[in-house]
């Protein structure tokens, strides 16, 4: 007989991958993250044709063809608003969830994906490269919501043990999303004066199949529980998703951080900023989040058709090398979902953030040299390749996994608002920083990304624990004595009281 039965506390069951967490999984990551990806690189291919479209309009409202520094700032508008709405629609997260739940929102937020699908795909037929500019501001708003909620979603469905390697998915289907985008920009598919609008319109395709099918699976148990405090509906939920009856054990770990979290409410971001016992989780998502986007993975993808360009690869061979490194990607992405529990966070975060950084070096040396040695754009190649995989395993899909993690419930909201929009305003900040320093430094703006990789690697290093198979208290508790706050834990594993008023079996949480 184990201790937990002893004390007549009800055992735990390892989790497993049922039928409908898969499915509640796929059909969210493809009907949200994909399109955050893909429309990161729908616009790269048929760039050319686009800006005809941008000059063949102006002409005939004008009767004169457009200013060169008139359409590079169009152009630029229409690139640039994706990401500005991305970091408005991550403002929207916290109200959102806590209003309409995971699920809710997540249906409501393919509003913001049909609309502009709709937009983009009769821009030419209504000759209006506006409709196209605006149409970018609200599909960025879908993936800024998308990209923080889905990642909420599953990490509140997983059951502890499987929390990481479904907590990798929405960044799988990011990466899909970008190759999909990559395969349909050949200019024999849709990359072309013809297909370029139906190519901007499919966006919506995803939207559609979440609207249809997303309400046939449950909301997320803990929302029901915690937030809403339907604990029938959390159990149904718990029991659809886990695949048996018994789910005790784990609505009693809810119980328990439900109690422990009622003197609080539901934290705001000021209210967020303010807590003692959170101020180093708070640091940390920030840290990886602006890590994640000022890695120069963005850079590393503009230089990359130079690159290959130098290196010997055919003008029109370029979008097939594309595509391979986009199948690189997504190649590694799935690495990371079947190592993630085995190696654990930490070590992914560090393996990656090393390789990023020692791939910028390299790569920096490669493109100095490249037109003096013969055989050095092949290791420029190489260099890309390296850097994409480094990034593939760690700094781009565990950062999501980490930061819902990281918080319990009243604070998760707030937290993934706070990550969300550090994320978009680096990636804003990226685009539009980049092109200065590419051309004031050339290659040796590489360096610059590699000290952010490292400084980076240095904080992870120093303060991030790891996170895999833990339950959302044991985290609090691992950052307690950073924090300087004293959280106790009582037999078994289970919380005592904390030292407020009417609250049993708590968090006690006490500065010190």
């Excluded at 043990?161 to 929405?170: F, K, V």
Aim: proline share 4%.
């Amino acid at each position: 007989m184990t201790e937990n039965e002893e004390l007549g506390k009800p055992k735990e069951r390892k989790g497993r991958l049922t039928v409908v967490l898969v499915l509640a999984t796929l059909i969210s990551a493809f009907g949200s993250s994909f399109q955050y990806g893909y429309n990161v690189a729908v616009v790269n291919s048929p760039s050319t044709f686009m800006q005809q479209f941008y000059n063949t309009t102006y002409l005939e409202r004008y009767g004169r063809p457009m200013e060169k520094n008139l359409l590079t700032l169009l152009w630029s508008l229409s690139v640039s608003m994706y990401p500005l709405g991305g970091f408005f629609g991550s403002l929207m997260v916290a109200p959102l969830v806590n209003k309409l739940g995971r699920k809710g929102t997540l249906l409501f937020n393919n509003i913001f994906s049909i609309a502009p699908a709709v937009m983009m795909g009769v821009s030419e037929i209504a000759k209006s490269y506006e409709i196209i500019i605006v149409a970018r501001f609200i599909v960025g708003i879908c993936a800024g919501l998308s990209s923080n909620v889905v990642p909420m979603y599953l990490g509140e469905l997983a059951p502890k043990n499987l929390r990481g390697a479904l907590g990798i998915i929405p960044q799988l289907f990011i990466t899909i999303g970008i190759l999909s985008a990559q395969v349909l920009g050949i200019r024999n598919i849709l990359g072309n004066s013809t297909g370029w609008t139906l190519m901007l319109g499919i966006t919506g395709i995803p939207a559609v199949v979440e609207l249809l099918l997303l309400p046939f699976f449950p909301e997320s148990p803990r929302y029901m529980l915690i937030q809403r405090g339907d604990e029938k509906t959390a159990k149904k939920a718990l029991q659809r998703l886990r695949g048996w009856e018994d789910v005790d054990a784990e609505l009693s770990e809810m119980r328990l951080e439900d109690q422990s979290e009622k003197a609080e409410g539901h934290l705001s971001v000021l209210s967020l900023l303010s807590q003692r016992s959170l101020r180093w989780q708070l640091v940390s998502i920030i840290v990886m989040n602006m890590g994640q986007q000022l890695s120069g993975v963005n850079a590393i993808y503009y230089y990359a058709d130079s690159i290959y360009s130098t290196a010997g690869v055919k003008q029109n061979d370029i979008q097939y090398v594309t595509v391979g490194t986009g199948a690189v990607n997504v190649f590694m992405t799935i690495a990371a979902v079947f190592i993630v529990e085995a190696s654990g966070r930490r070590l992914l975060l560090l393996c990656g953030f090393g390789i990023c950084c020692v791939a910028c070096v390299l790569l920096t040396v490669a493109l100095n040299f490249q037109e003096s040695v013969t055989w050095m754009p092949y290791i420029s190649i190489i260099c890309v390749i390296i850097y994409v995989i480094g990034h593939a395993i760690g700094p781009s899909p565990i950062p999501y996994v980490v930061t819902a993690e990281m918080f319990r419930q009243s604070a998760r909201p707030a937290a993934f608002m706070v990550a969300g929009s550090v994320h978009w305003l680096s990636n804003f900040t990226v685009g539009l920083v980049f092109p200065f320093l590419e051309s004031g430094l050339g290659s040796y703006s590489f360096i610059i990304f590699s000290f952010i990789c490292l400084v980076t690697l240095i904080y992870i290093w120093l303060v991030v624990p790891e996170t895999k198979n833990t339950t959302f208290l044991e985290i609090c508790q691992m950052f307690a004595k950073r924090n300087k706050v004293e959280i106790q834990l009582g037999d078994g594993g289970l919380p005592l009281k904390e030292n407020r008023e009417n609250l049993e079996d708590a968090v006690k949480v006490t500065a010190f």
